[in-house]
């Protein structure tokens, strides 16, 4: 979500700095747990819909968008009361989604019907459905918000689509399970992350070429365990985290020379992450020891695990 | 052989082209490339009324169907045209009579839910026509070792992955002692083989066996007197399980809650290793299951699975070549590199030395899945899934052998 995250640092940018907070969605709770960044403690825990998963703020920090998965729609929290406003019908079986710049479109991967829909937030009307490959599931929009890419998880390709007139521009085949889709701040490059197929492919956004295929040989673990799934860039574009889910680490990799610096240690099963706004903190949801473990970023260390709901899947940074 | 041409049904064949699909594939100018695919399996006799879950009509050929949209939705984006041809045989039909003129046609890729005989039998009438069959019915373990042959792929587990699977789960619970119960018939006698291997493979003890001779009780309800020994064969065996080997479903399921002492049920019945299940959700499975109901109004069974695995790893090897060469397909899937995703956490590849399919495999009862093998801690030098079933050094299935 990178066309998000951005306007979140310029809102941060503009205004003093002051706590961050994070939000977990927590699939089999059924909740979403709040974390205060500068205490690093919980704070609230939420009643969400039924199997919460993707998360993401609205650029002006004021709602919170998570996918109900089993409910067929995407609830919008307001961030100051944490009250459910509305639910929106997003169509079957949402599970992630990137929101434009402007804050009025949702772009939703919806898994169970094979097709990304645009959903108009204020109207709560479906602009357009995009037909993709089997099980859609990764989301992004390019910096200056003219590509949407999709990933689709069984028909293993990264799909290009044109974000004003839904047109697919392009298909790259990526290896198995590709779950989700990140470009670099510059919009030069899109990174997808192969599940099953244990990889990184890194693609020229320009010739849709891959350029570099990632892969994660972590020290005492075999290939299968290794399975890279959310994935975070630094604002300076410098810096890619790759969470790799039953290896229990998130890779630190250098963005430009594609060199692994670091595995960080991190919890079980380590799905999705969010960076606070200042780049201080890389928090990861990890889904099966119940807890976000903090990483401090200067120092690529993991400080602290924060027990939340059950089955942590996604988390967000809001600005305020 | 009366009616035989009246039975086989050369049934449902779907051409879903990218047209079909609303896309416009993206080189129009060159041809698509055509990908065939057979399945063949015998059409099941009506069950008998009391059968409660009786094996439904397109078992097998829907998991096939399934994954051929799937494969053909990628193709739509690469310009490749997938199509499945349903040979549905008679009770006494041949298939390799039947698959004939399919051959003749040029079709090369084969998929069977068919006895092992008739699997081996069709995959030696194939190899002369340089075509492949992916068995996704027999579970033999002969198929996997003396009796393999090169263009032979097995997407179904073999029986020695299913008690491997039981029997890890047995050890980690310490369940260690164990009543083998072996049915009438040669499935059971082979599924009883596998018991005994896997026992002594995790260290476990049959600390005795009875064959089970008191009929098709579970089906028979009202023979008293075979009932009464039925009810006390087990007394005074010292046992944690009772292990049944009853491949027709004929008599597992009435041991348990009928032993003199308390025994848990597993094997066949009871708690068992199977590829697929319904209560298998996890790992992104719940998407499937989904596809699978939404498509067929029924749930998914292991026969269909294994099918859909095999037409799923068909396509995944065309994509990636981008042709559809029989021995090509064999070469990549058999490759270093090959992985399928089959919604079971770790990635499935096919084992070079035998082509089975190594895959984790489910222990479930009926409403609830209690495991996943290969269970925690049990480790393998190259793959914990080779944890499962025969590996390279024990197999009986040696290089250059067809």
Redesign the interface.
Known sequence: MNALRLALLACLLASPAGATRLYVTNEKSNDITVIDSDTLAVTQTVKAGRRPRGVGVSPDGKLLYVCASDEDGVQVFDTTSMKLLRTLSSGP?PEQFVMNAAGDLLYIAN??N?QVTVLDVKKNQVVANV?V???PEGMTLSPDGSVLVNTS?????AHFIDAKTFARID?V?V???PRYALFTPDGSKLWVSS????TVSVIDAKTRQILKKLRFDVPGL????VQPVGMRVTADGKTVFVALG?ANRVAVVDAETFEIRKYILVGQRVWHMALTPDEKYLFTANGNSNDVTVIDVAALKAIKSIPVGQAPLGVAASPN | MPGLSALRRFGRALALASLA???VAAAAAEPPLKVEIAFVAHARAPSPPYVIDPPPPGEGFDGARLALQ?NA??GA??NQIFDLQNVELGEDENPVEAIKPLLAQGKKLFVSALPANETLALADALKAEGALLFNAGATDDFLRGAGCRSNLFHTAPSRAMLTDALFQYLAVRRWNKILLVPGPNAEDAAYADAVRASAKKFGAKIVAEKPWTFGPLARARSDAITQAEALTFSRGVDADMVVVADEAEDFGDYILYRTSEPRLVAGTQGLIPVSWHPTHTAY?AE?LQ??FVRMTKRRMRPIDYQAWIAVRAIG?AV?ELRAADPQKIANTLQGPNS???IFK???ASFRPWDRQLRQAILLAQPKSLVGLAPQPGFLHQR???DTLGVDETESACKPGKS
């Open positions: 079986d898994e169970d094979a037909p490959g089997v099980e998880e069984t028909t293993n390709m298909n085949l290896d198995k399970r599940e099953v197929g244990g075999t290939r299968e365990e039953p | 699909l609303g896309y799937e939705t990628t984006f690469l992104g998407q989904n596809r995944e994509t992985t399928l995703a956490g770790a990635a793959s914990t899934l």
